[in-house]
Nanobody, 118 residues
Framework: VQLQASGGGLVQAGGSLRLSCAAS????????MGWFRQAPGKEREFVAD????????SLADSVKGRFTISRDNAKNTVYLQMNSLSPEDTAVYYC????????????WGQGTLVTVSS
């Protein structure tokens, strides 16, 4: 299984970025795909997830109204659309996958850095 995250970069406060997570190596229809982030000196935190087969999503309170998570079945890719970015969103963003009946995320991508300047 491989999760390839991309789309990070430098953006000014108030700007937008879209992260992508290309998934391969198995069928993910029974999986939950998640985005997490880790800011310098802080612990990794949950950002959003999506149940692949239903499209049901959940978002951390800190990003509700600004971020959306979606998936493209044909491309086996999950997206994180990030709008109204603030410097507090600066972090390395990771995509991850877990079986929908499980608790632990078993598969992780390599991370993509998002830097928001003020």
């Amino acid at each position: 299984v491989q999760l390839q995250a991309s789309g990070g970069g430098l953006v000014q406060a108030g700007g937008s970025l879209r992260l992508s997570c290309a998934a391969s190596g198995r069928t993910f229809s029974s999986y939950v795909m998640g985005w997490f982030r880790q800011a310098p000196g802080k612990e990794r935190e949950f950002v959003a997830d999506i149940i692949w087969n239903s499209g049901s999503t959940s978002l951390a309170d800190s990003v509700k109204g600004r971020f959306t998570i979606s998936r493209d079945n044909a491309k086996n890719t999950v997206y994180l659309q990030m709008n109204s970015l603030s410097p507090e969103d600066t972090a390395v963003y990771y995509c991850a996958a877990r079986h929908m009946l499980g608790i632990t995320y078993n598969y992780w991508g390599q991370g993509t850095l998002v830097t928001v300047s003020s």
